[in-house]
């Protein structure tokens, strides 16, 4: 294990202790910014005991990422916002940071939105285009079709019809989402169900080896009340029980709390498909590892994602 395992797990917990485990700091601090962590970890750093004994340097290179993420934050939910208001005929769920930060966090700049990712069904992906024109243009599409990415010039909105980028259209998504009238009166969140194998689906994408940040989101829907034995029906019949059980694995290596619920939701494997994962585990399990060896992301994603 990491020997900075122990302090990024005192800095992601939105109960933090009242001390921070030893480590070395100056390693810590780019893993936490590499990792999309830095946000949440200035912020219990600047408001806990936490902060007691800490060299400026360390807080300060936090506390900019902190400031510039509620900068961000704030850009990109309000563009978001503006255009769905245009688009308020158009069923649509919002997915990633857009759905987590005032869902799954308590405070908004401890979850990066970063990209803006919606699930939009195929069939209403012309009428959204039309919607906002005035605003966005299309850039390009991708995935066979199935991904549809618009731009103002300065940020980004990404539209797919499943659970992943260029995953089919899931109806369920959409049946089960629940209102998020901040948005407009057609939006809506996933389930928390939907929402853990749409994060998966992400990671599986990422050949498991993702920034922290969407571990601390499977941790958070782990937390929330959700039915297992869906997450295990859905998961095997999209595709995703190999991403799901060494996703699994990985958020109970880095977050032992939610063991029990990771647990619950772990596809049984056969032998020779547990060996395969259990590799792709391994070689994810160090936070402070941040390169891999070159093709072995391509190796694990052909066994990982659906």
Known sequence: MSDLLPALRALTAFTPPSTLPGCDLDALA???VAHGLAPLASYQVEHTRLAIGLPDR????LLGVFQGTVNDNVLRLVTLRNLLKDARE????LLDGAAAVDWLYPHMAWRPVSDLRLAVRGRDGAAFA???ARGL???RTGEGGRTATFTDGSIEVTLQEGLWAGGPEDEPLFARATPAPAFGPRVGRPSAEDALLATVGDLAQASLWAPLIRYVDLRELL???HDPASVLARAG???LSRALHGASLLVEHFFPEVALQAQAVRPPLGPVERSAVGQVVDAARDPARLRHLRGADQAARLLVAP
């Open 90 to 93: 158009v069923p649509v769920v």
């Open 223 to 225: 937390h929330r009340p």
């Open 137 to 139: 243009r299309l850039d």
């Open 237 to 239: 019949r999209a595709g």
């Open 58 to 61: 360390f807080r300060e290179t």
């Open 130 to 132: 039309q919607a906002v």
């Open 30 to 32: 780019p893993v936490l």
